[in-house]
């Protein structure tokens, strides 16, 4: 008798989030013209037990759209979100509940996302009681213990997020966010607003986590920079596309999309023998209203060719666990492009 394989911890199947309207047969709405913005589009991502997996982009890429999707924050417009190989997307109250001790999320600013007007053990007591812990000599020794796991002396469990620094703050944001043992963290950019010495003690913090506790973690950042070390594998989205993705240290020292060489061409290498075999990034990101035709890209590509701006390229894996998005990567059977062009 065959033995059912373990389901990912996580996967993502044909994610697509729109906001605004379809287009009716006039192209208006309530007689102004329509408008249909993707912020994902057709994401497919997986996510296995204790792996890291970066999701990597500018401002605007789509993937804090995507993390919100994942904790269920929103609901995509269509596709699907399985946890433990089960849908999220038709959960009740109850089964809802489970899915949040299952995955947490982390945000930039967690100044926003606590109480101003209430402690650090208050905090974080409050998590332990709704979920289940209704003893408050048993929430105050956890507490003690989950502040002691971050980092955070427990002689200031009596103050105010408004008494803490920005490191301290978001280390009693991922205290709170492990009370409820969550197998999967979501972090939007959790490091972004943070001095660069804390950045990097916050960082040792997650890698500690994950090896001690065995978490996921879906680690969102502009910063490629910030996961060379941290992530297991990197998915670099564009305009709410993943036009990339494979081994970290593959994507980091082989970069193929020339979206992925633009991001490290930005980031900043104390390596000053490394030589940059692209220009960096210019222009802005296009309007994701009305984004570009063809390839989403190839007004910002260096290495743009004709065929870019009519056809749409597809998936490819140029080699064993990478994909790329890209007309300089065709599929096995296209060997030529329109115009003649050789690929």
Same mark, same amino acid.
């Given at each position: 008798?065959?033995?059912?394989?373990?389901?990912?911890?996580?996967?993502?199947? !044909?994610?697509?989030?729109?906001?605004?309207?379809?287009?009716?047969?006039?192209?208006?709405?309530?007689?102004?013209?329509?408008?249909?913005?993707?912020?994902?589009?057709?994401? &497919?991502? /997986?996510?296995?037990?204790?792996?890291?997996?970066?999701?990597?982009?500018? /401002? $605007?890429?789509?993937?804090?759209?995507?993390?919100?999707?994942?904790?269920?924050?929103?609901?995509?417009? &269509?596709?699907?979100?399985?946890?433990? $190989?089960?849908?999220?997307?038709? *959960?009740?109250? %109850?089964?809802?509940?489970?899915?949040?001790?299952?995955?947490?999320?982390?945000?930039?600013?967690?100044?926003?996302? #606590?109480?101003?007007?209430?402690?650090?053990?208050?905090?974080?007591? %409050?998590?332990?009681?709704?979920?289940?812990?209704?003893?408050?000599?048993?929430?105050?020794?956890?507490?003690?213990?989950?502040?002691?796991?971050? !980092?955070?002396?427990?002689?200031?469990?009596?103050?105010?997020? $408004?008494?803490? &620094?920005? $490191?301290?703050?978001?280390?009693?944001?991922?205290?709170?966010? *492990?009370?409820?043992?969550?197998?999967?963290?979501?972090?939007?950019?959790?490091?972004?607003?943070?001095?660069?010495?804390?950045?990097?003690?916050?960082?040792?913090?997650?890698?500690? #986590?994950?090896?001690?506790?065995? *978490?996921?973690?879906?680690?969102?950042?502009?910063?490629?920079?910030?996961?060379?070390? *941290?992530?297991?594998?990197?998915?670099?989205?564009? #305009?709410?596309?993943?036009? %990339?993705?494979?081994?970290?240290?593959?994507?980091? %020292?082989?970069?193929?999309?020339?979206?992925?060489?633009?991001?490290?061409?930005?980031?900043?290498?104390?390596?000053?023998?490394?030589?940059?075999?692209?220009?960096?990034?210019?222009?802005?990101?296009?309007?994701?209203?009305?984004?570009?035709? !063809?390839?989403?890209?190839?007004?910002?590509?260096?290495?743009?060719?004709?065929?870019?701006?009519?056809?749409?390229?597809?998936?490819?894996?140029?080699?064993? !666990?990478? &994909?790329?998005?890209?007309? #300089?990567?065709?599929?096995?059977?296209?060997?030529?492009?329109?115009?003649?062009?050789?690929?």
């Amino acid at each position: 008798m065959s033995i059912e394989a373990e389901p990912p911890l996580l996967r993502t199947t !044909g994610l697509n989030k729109w906001y605004g309207r379809e287009p009716s047969a006039t192209g208006r709405v309530f007689g102004r013209p329509s408008t249909l913005l993707h912020a994902v589009a057709d994401v &497919s991502l /997986t996510v296995q037990r204790g792996e890291t997996v970066a999701v990597v982009g500018e /401002t $605007g890429s789509g993937k804090s759209t995507l993390g919100r999707l994942i904790v269920r924050l929103e609901d995509p417009t &269509s596709g699907d979100v399985l946890i433990d $190989g089960r849908s999220v997307m038709s *959960l009740g109250r %109850e089964q809802s509940q489970e899915l949040r001790r299952t995955v947490q999320i982390i945000l930039q600013d967690p100044y926003s996302t #606590l109480n101003p007007y209430r402690t650090v053990a208050t905090t974080i007591g %409050e998590v332990l009681k709704v979920h289940g812990m209704r003893s408050r000599a048993a929430r105050d020794a956890e507490t003690d213990r989950l502040l002691e796991l971050v !980092g955070f002396p427990a002689s200031m469990r009596d103050r105010l997020p $408004g008494q803490l &620094s920005g $490191g301290g703050r978001q280390r009693v944001s991922i205290a709170r966010a *492990l009370a409820v043992r969550p197998k999967l963290i979501v972090a939007d950019e959790p490091v972004s607003a943070l001095d660069v010495s804390v950045q990097a003690q916050v960082l040792n913090l997650f890698e500690r #986590l994950r090896d001690e506790l065995g *978490l996921a973690y879906v680690f969102i950042t502009h910063d490629l920079a910030v996961v060379k070390r *941290l992530a297991d594998r990197i998915a670099v989205m564009y #305009l709410g596309r993943i036009v %990339e993705e494979g081994p970290a240290a593959d994507v980091v %020292e082989h970069p193929k999309h020339p979206y992925t060489r633009a991001l490290l061409d930005a980031a900043p290498d104390l390596d000053v023998r490394r030589v940059t075999e692209a220009p960096s990034l210019t222009g802005d990101m296009p309007n994701p209203i009305s984004p570009p035709s !063809g390839c989403v890209f190839h007004p910002r590509c260096p290495a743009v060719m004709d065929l870019c701006a009519v056809r749409v390229p597809v998936v490819t894996e140029p080699e064993p !666990g990478r &994909s790329v998005v890209c007309h #300089l990567y065709p599929p096995p059977e296209q060997t030529t492009v329109e115009g003649d062009v050789t690929a």
